[in-house]
C-alpha cells in the first residue's frame, strides 16, 4: 500500500481529491477523518497541513504528497519533485503600497519586507544584488505595511485581488508556482509499482482534460 499525503482544507484540497477520484481510485472522505484507506486501489491518504506534506514525504513517514512548489522550495525539499500537476497556480510577488514611488528592486534596499517565505525572498533578493531587512510573519502578510510592520510585503498572489483591496500594488514576480507530486528518495520495489500505475492514471487524466 502506497501512502499520499494531501492537503486537509485548503485552496490544495478540492482538486487533490479530484485528481485521485478521476483516476478511478475511490474512498469515503469525512471531514473527521485524517486517514482513508481507497477501496480499489493500494492507496492510503493522509490529510496533513500542507506545510508539514516535505517533512513526512522527505522522512519517509508519506511515500508520496501533492504539495505547492512554494512550500516545497521554501522549505528546501525540490528534489522530492516527481512531476508538476498543473493546478493551484500562483505566484509569490513583491508588492508596495500603491502610492509609493518604485522603479526597480533596487528601491528595496534597506527597505523592511514582511513575508511567509523568507528563504525564496532571500534567495530572489541575493540574485538581485538587494538587501533589506526579511520580517517573517505567519499570516496576513498584506496588512503589514499599513500597521507600519513594513514598506514592502512579499505574498502568493493569484488574481491579485486581495492585493488591491489592501492598497498595494505588485512590482516583482519572485516564483512560479503550481501544486507538484512529490516522493520519498526511498520507495520500495512494491511501492514504486504502484507509484507507476498511480502516474500511468493521472498522465490519462491530465491528456482528457486538455
Ligand atoms: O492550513 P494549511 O496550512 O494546510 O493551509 P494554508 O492556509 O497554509 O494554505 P492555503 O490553503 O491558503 O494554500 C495552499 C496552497 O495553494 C499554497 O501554498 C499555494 O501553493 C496555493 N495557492 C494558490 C494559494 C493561492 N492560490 C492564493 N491565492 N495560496 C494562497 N493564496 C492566498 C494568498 O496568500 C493571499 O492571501 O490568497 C490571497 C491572494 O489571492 P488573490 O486571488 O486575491 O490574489
Ligand atoms: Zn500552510
Known amino acids: 500500500m502506497l501512502r499520499l499525503a494531501i492537503q486537509k482544507s485548503g485552496r490544495l484540497s478540492d482538486d487533490s481529491l479530484n485528481l485521485i477520484r478521476e483516476c478511478g481510485i475511490s474512498f469515503i472522505s469525512s471531514s473527521l477523518k485524517l486517514k482513508t484507506e481507497c477501496t480499489n486501489f493500494p492507496l492510503e491518504i493522509l490529510f496533513l497541513r500542507d506545510d508539514d506534506i516535505p517533512g513526512y514525504v522527505a522522512d519517509g513517514v508519506a511515500d508520496i504528497g501533492i504539495v505547492g512548489e512554494n512550500v516545497l522550495v521554501e522549505e528546501g525539499k525540490q528534489e522530492l ?36 517565505y523568507p528563504n525564496l525572498l532571500q534567495a ?72 507507476e500505475k498511480l502516474l500511468f492514471r493521472i498522465h490519462a487524466v491530465q491528456r482528457a482534460r486538455k
Do not use: M
Not at 92 to 102: D, F, I
Open 81 to 116: 519533485t516527481v512531476e508538476k500537476l498543473g493546478f493551484s497556480k500562483c505566484r509569490l510577488s513583491l508588492a508596495v503600497p500603491k502610492s509609493a514611488e518604485y522603479n526597480s528592486v533596487q528601491d528595496l534596499n534597506g527597505k523592511n519586507i514582511a513575508t511567509s
Open 124 to 195: 530572489y533578493l541575493q540574485e538581485q544584488g538587494v538587501k533589506a531587512n526579511i520580517h517573517t510573519i505567519s499570516g496576513s502578510v498584506e496588512i503589514a505595511p499599513s500597521i507600519g510592520l513594513a514598506e514592502a510585503i512579499c505574498d502568493i498572489v493569484s488574481s491579485g485581488s486581495t492585493l488591491i483591496s489592501n492598497g498595494l500594488k505588485e512590482v516583482e514576480r519572485v516564483f512560479k508556482s503550481e501544486a507538484a507530486l512529490i516522493a520519498t528518495k526511498e520507495l520500495s520495489e512494491e511501492k514504486r509499482e504502484i507509484l
